[in-house]
């Protein structure tokens, strides 16, 4: 099998993709709909890795059995370091753990503060918006164990007029150093990978390319007990591409891939198809093997 076209999605079937979004946090599908999808083009498993819960993962695991495609119980946890959001993801985790789950939980209770204060943000640049709004352009019902966050926001900022699409309600408002940007309170790239492997899973930095420093991804790879590095990912280039397989080989990191798909918003798919970065089956076999270390 060629790796760089499957990698790449250029390929008519197989290969898994492990970075993908439901409606458990910002992702505009069903757990069921992403598998659904995976199963429709071709490949062979798919993660199901949302931001701080893992509330979307049993009715994904029963949609890859009515479908007859692989599910891989994942979760992308929000940190900080060198003063930016740096993203972990983890898989083969055991959803059941309850020290784990506790912990998610904390994490979205500080989302939810971080929200009000972007609102407070936004209605002193004169914008009539709440997060009431936010929530009740879902269509549905806010879990509890859901996670909402700035794309939700982004998307009644567009309903609304304030912005022309999702990409301007960041470039706007939402971005760092923008006029509603608020910091938030994180744990460290280091404990993520802790409460990874604590709930028997293996960590992975997911798309180093999006942090602008190399430098700083280097460090964290250094400090950081991580088992992969996402080289591959929808808003990766080739250079970046060759730049963190090079970082992989050197620091003996699985090397992975995902589209970070989100669905689509305002008429756009956020940012890339469902498999349209994908790796091999083998590579599933290299997570298993590194969970809990």
Known sequence: MDYEMLASGNHIGGG???HTHTQASDGMNTPSENVRLASEIGLSAVAITDHDTVSGIQEALAAGEQYGITVIPGVEIST???GKDI????????TDNQGFLNRLSNLRNTRNARNEKIMTKLQSLGM????????ADLGRDLKPDESLGRPHIADTLVRKGYAADMRDAFDRYLAEGKPAYVPQPRITPQEA?????DAGG???LAHPGLYGDDELVKSILKEAQLSGIEVFHSDHGPEDEIRYRKLAEEFNLIVTAGSDYHGERQGAVFHGGIGSRRVPEEVLEQLKAARGR
């Open 128 to 135: 009539n918006i709440t997060i009431e709004e936010v929530i």
């Open 202 to 204: 293996a960590a992975v």
């Open 80 to 82: 900080m370091a060198g």
């Open 87 to 94: 993203h972990i993801l983890g898989y083969y985790i055991d």
């Open 16 to 18: 898994c993709d492990l």
């Open 193 to 197: 990978c802790c409460w990874i492997r």
